[in-house]
């Protein structure tokens, strides 16, 4: 007998988490918000979802961590009520890939599988691009990188002392079990922009907009844990998006530099 709960037994909590994803904040909302004034950009994210009133008295970074926690940490208690299977709560703070892949191993969801092997793999690339840049030792390399993803590990080294083209061709032959699958079509302009100033702000927000891609078929699983934790991420990555608004309004940080920076939601 499976130690874990039916997958028809999340039915009651995967209706709940539908009715909460219509209040997840839309892409046209933060775009209105990086337009507009700290005071208006609070009070559209309040409007649009269901934080708390005190965002709207937010008045420096330390309020802004505080308020913003406190929503994560609201969204966390929730999840971790309607899950079912209490081991999973573990994949909302993924601090160790070696244990993650047991347990989701254990668990068997294709689903949760392919997305901590594609998050492997942006870790990954992204530990590679940043020794690369910084012309770091293959030895470093060796010892940074972490579990498997669907890219073999024998492939970042080979390719490191390497023009970066090599990699960028890897990564558009990626295989996933029969398939094939382009890393190249979503991260090879981010790279070349990354050789040209070093930045890689570019190459984060190619990085989440693939993620909330891969977690967004979530949205019609019927049955099972899936759509709960694709809805955690998904609001994990709108609170980071209200982070970076937010504290970008208090700087005084210019509206270009945010609007590039602004990935895509889940909504």
Known sequence: MSRYASRLDYAFAIGKIRALERFLIKDEVFKEAVDSDLQEALRLFVES???????????????????????????????????????????????????????????????????????????N????????????????????LSEEG???????????NQDLSVLVHKLG?????????????????????????????????????????????????SFGPEPLLAYYFAKTNEIDLMRMIILAKLNNVSNDIVRERLNTVYA
């Open 49 to 123: 979802n269901l934080y708390s009133e005190d965002l709207l008295h937010i008045k420096d970074s330390q309020q802004t961590e505080v308020l913003l926690s406190q929503e994560l940490l609201k969204a966390k208690k929730l999840i971790n009520i309607l899950l079912l299977d209490k081991e999973l709560i573990g994949l909302t703070e993924i601090e160790n890939f070696t244990g993650t892949k047991k347990l989701i191993s254990k668990y068997k969801s294709e689903f949760l599988n392919d997305y901590l092997m594609h998050l492997i793999d942006m870790h």
């Open 125 to 144: 690339i992204k530990t590679f691009l940043r020794l690369y840049v910084l012309k770091e030792p293959l030895d470093v390399l060796k010892g940074s």
């Open 150 to 160: 669907f890219i073999k590990v024998e492939v970042f080294i080979k390719a490191y």
């Open 173 to 221: 032959y990626v295989h996933k079990r029969s398939s094939i699958v382009s890393y190249a079509s979503f991260l090879q302009d981010a790279i070349s922009k990354l050789g040209q100033d070093n930045s890689f702000a570019t190459f984060e927000k190619a990085i989440v907009d693939f993620l909330i891609q891969i977690l967004r078929p979530a949205k019609y699983i």
